[in-house]
């Protein structure tokens, strides 16, 4: 049974959806292809795709559903919306990481690009909580640390932190 979510973000591909899923799902342990829709003849001449192609797959992450469109080329994926994945130990960020920009590019602070250019960040789960911390001067070096990567380091957060 799928998963039922009121806010379904649905990621814009020209061409690319289904591939896109496909790598997202091979990606993420828990998760799957819930569905796909094909185009039809009806509305060709907004959509210009050729009946039988693919227009929307749906799929889960961690209980999260996803719709990717093949919209075409009108409209392509900027860093405004980027999708968080918030990692426990070194080991996640390390296998998320090297997935994820995998023919991709590297960003600064946790962010990335997929091949399909959809930014991501790649987030210690720990980082929140040296960012909230009530001395300032632990968020400062954790801030000037962090400024300083491109994959996190949970090791030498936690040493800047430490005010190692």
């Not at 806010?7 to 899923?21: G, H, K, R, Y």
């Not at 829709?37 to 009806?42: D, N, T, V």
């Not at 090297?98 to 959809?118: H, N, Q």
Request: hydrophobic letters at 40%; a negative charge; charged letters at 30%.
């Amino acid at each position: 049974m799928s998963v039922v979510n009121r806010i379904v973000p649905c990621l814009w591909f020209d061409d690319q959806a289904e591939a896109a899923a496909r790598f997202y799902t091979s990606i993420f342990k828990n998760s799957k292809i819930t569905d796909i829709s094909y185009y039809g003849e009806a509305g060709y001449e907004f959509h210009k795709k050729e009946a039988g192609s693919v227009m929307v797959v749906s799929f889960e992450i961690e209980g999260q559903r996803y719709d990717a469109l093949n919209g075409g080329p009108l409209f392509k994926f900027s860093e405004a919306v980027s999708l968080q994945v918030m990692c426990d130990s070194q080991e996640e960020i390390d296998y998320y990481w090297e997935k994820l920009t995998k023919d991709g590019e590297e960003g600064p602070c946790g962010w990335l690009k997929d091949k399909f250019g959809l930014s991501w960040q790649v987030v210690p789960k720990v980082l929140e909580k040296m960012l909230t911390d009530p001395d300032i001067s632990k968020r400062e070096r954790v801030m000037n640390a962090y400024l300083q990567m491109k994959k996190y380091d949970i090791s030498l957060l936690e040493k800047a932190f430490e005010g190692v």
